[in-house]
């Protein structure tokens, strides 16, 4: 259990904020409750060890973000009655002309509410601590502030708190003689029959939200943006899935989706999903999704709508991730006839640190009602978390500048192997197995010390290779024809500097070998050389002793020349020679400072214990490649 409630004895010096912008809060405000947050600008509780969130502490955690958005956006302000009423209010609203539109919950799902206040969308947004819906004084207060005699039109996630919150200051608004109206939104198509509680609101929300946001921005009359807004979100369904659940500020993280597996159908509030199943690829997370909005009896998609799409970042998902599954959605949805004409990606509505995302698609009416919600869709606006523009283009791609593709393989691999050519066939196939083996213990070690993909790295250039080992490679003529097909297959395949420098090295390699058509130990060892001294010219200055994939291979090289300056004719005595010497050098590696590659910036504690993963996968290929020859 972290312990936040201890708190430091002594501060060498309070640290003052600049003063984030506030409105005096209207007269007859509700008395707030009597258990107040701590101060903003008091000395912090410390964050507990270990902590994994950028915070001061759990109890000031939301006030100092709402804080820290104000002053990023010259449109808001708040209310002078922070931290006990937090509400963000969009300042150029003029109350006297237009309807207030206001919505809100619990925080933890930002952007949500107060990231989308602005002209354009949100009058103000009423928020309670992580997962916490706000008080019914609060959202009274600034239904008080914003409501002048156009109205107010509260925008409200189906949750039980959030509905009786919303509705008691709804009734008591009301009783002040102030017109406002109350929209629930309940997009969720996890649970076919979801029983009393209906549907939950999540991200299908935010496209209500700017909805109902462009309609009072025109001056509308309320009762145009309460129908504006609820066919919004009877248009609306949305599947969400997750590989791990969120850490809520102060709490331990959950184990409850173990690895391997994801919840299918879940809340934006950590709770568990509507199924547990093994984690799949992409394309078929979204099939699932896209399936659900078809066989939804509350949804009921059909090939040929009309549709916007919303591909929500559930909070901890990287770009790479969402980029990757809105190219399914999008593909997918086209491959059904569903004519996607927005698509909004990232976060909308997440859910703390979640990885994990959502899908929400918003069916639009035929014709010139349907052109009417793009047109809302579209319609400006001014807020922190209305990311795009959501115009969806044609995947499309520029032909390429004479000249510039790779042709591939011109040759074939032989029907009939010669005798050499069935030592380089299993001298290849070995070496490349071996590194698709060992990479798993390849990635662990570089994720130590590096970026974590020195097995991944290799393993695509190894698959590269046998791909093509069995079908182009001339491994009856010349090695140093067998050199090239390699380093051709690396070039295609591996990327980064390791990819380029051990192509790099085969082409000088097979520049060494020349025309030689059963080279051995004596014609191995200077190409070895050649392949060592392009390395050490085009990889940035590395020489033995800077932990790189030379201190390997430089011992190699230097035993294989010895050995052959003894007069060693063996294959097989020459090779294992060289391996033993690259293993030697693996190994010393650990301790090196490290001159060059990522690892340059690790600290050296770290490097003590753990060997160079370039260096270690060179002793690996060397090793097999002796190994075959036995």
């Not at 934006?268 to 999704?289: F, N, W």
Request: proline share 7%; glycine share 10%; with cysteine.
């Amino acid at each position: 259990m972290q312990l936040f409630q201890s708190r430091s004895a002594h501060y060498a010096q309070r640290v003052q904020s600049p003063p984030a912008a506030r409105t005096p809060v209207p007269s007859s405000v509700p008395k707030a409750p009597t258990k107040r947050a701590p101060i903003a600008n008091a000395p912090c509780a410390m964050p507990a060890l270990g902590s994994t969130k950028l915070m001061n502490s759990p109890d000031t955690l939301v006030q100092n973000a709402l804080d820290g958005l104000i002053m990023q956006h010259p449109h808001l302000t708040k209310l002078d009655g922070f931290p006990d009423l937090k509400v963000i209010l969009n300042k150029d609203h003029d109350k006297s002309k237009n309807v207030s539109v206001i919505a809100g919950g619990g925080a933890g799902h930002e952007p949500g509410h107060a990231g989308f206040v602005g002209p354009g969308m949100l009058t103000a947004g009423v928020s309670g601590e992580v997962f916490a819906s706000p008080g019914a004084h609060a959202i009274l207060t600034a239904i008080r502030a914003t409501t002048g005699p156009a109205g107010c039109v509260l925008i409200v996630m189906n949750y039980t708190g959030d509905r009786l919150h919303f509705g008691l200051a709804a009734e008591q608004a009301k009783a002040e003689g102030l017109k406002v109206e109350m929209v629930t939104v309940g997009d969720d198509l996890a649970i076919d029959e979801p029983g009393l509680a209906g549907r939950r609101g999540i991200a299908g929300t935010i496209l209500v939200n700017k909805i109902a946001g462009a309609v009072a921005q025109t001056g509308a009359p309320m009762e145009q943006v309460v129908e504006a807004a609820r066919k919004a979100s009877a248009a609306c369904g949305t599947m969400g899935v997750a590989l791990r659940v969120c850490t809520l500020p102060g709490k331990p993280p959950s184990d409850r989706i173990k690895e391997g597996e994801m919840e299918v159908g879940l809340g934006i509030h950590g709770e568990p999903g509507a199924s547990t199943t093994t984690a799949m690829p992409a394309k078929d997370i979204v099939k699932l999704m896209i399936d659900k909005m078809y066989s939804s009896s509350f949804f009921q998609l059909k090939d040929g709508e009309r549709t916007v799409a919303m591909v929500n970042n559930l909070g901890a998902s990287t770009n790479l991730e969402m980029n990757c599954m809105t190219y399914e959605a999008l593909t997918q949805l086209k491959a059904r006839n569903i004519n996607v004409e927005r698509c909004y990606v990232g976060p909308y509505m997440t859910s703390v640190d979640m990885s994990g995302a959502s899908l929400t698609v918003m069916r639009l009416p035929a014709g010139k009602e349907g052109d009417d919600m793009l047109a809302l869709l579209d319609a400006p606006s001014n807020t922190a978390g209305w990311l795009s523009s959501g115009h969806v283009a044609d995947l499309s791609a520029v032909p390429l500048p004479p000249g510039s593709r790779e042709t591939g393989p011109t040759t074939k691999r032989p029907d009939q192997l010669t005798p050499y050519g069935t030592i380089l066939d299993n001298a290849i196939r070995s070496a490349a197995t071996s590194l698709i083996n060992a990479s798993k213990g390849l990635d662990e070690l570089d994720s130590k010390v590096g970026d974590g993909d020195c097995g991944e790295t290799v393993a695509h250039g190894s698959e590269a290779i046998l791909r093509e080992l069995d079908t182009t490679y001339p491994l009856n003529g010349p090695a140093s024809g067998v050199m090239q097909a390699v380093g051709g297959s690396v070039r295609q395949a591996v990327g980064g500097s390791s990819g380029a420098l051990y192509d790099v090295a085969l082409a000088a390699a097979a520049a060494s070998l020349g025309k030689a058509e059963s080279p051995g130990p004596k014609e191995f060892a200077p190409a070895f050389r050649a392949a060592v001294d392009a390395i050490q010219k085009y990889g940035g200055g590395a020489r033995a002793g800077s932990r790189t994939m030379l201190d390997a291979l430089l011992p190699a090289c230097e035993a294989l020349e010895e050995v052959v300056a003894k007069g060693e004719t063996n294959g097989a005595a020459a090779a294992d020679a060289a391996a033993a010497a690259a293993e030697r050098g693996a190994e010393a590696t650990k301790g090196m400072k490290a001159a060059a590659g990522r690892s340059s910036y690790v600290p050296a504690e770290v490097l003590a214990s753990v060997p160079d993963p370039g260096a270690v996968a060179v002793s690996i290929w060397i090793r097999n490649v002796a190994n075959s020859l036995k």
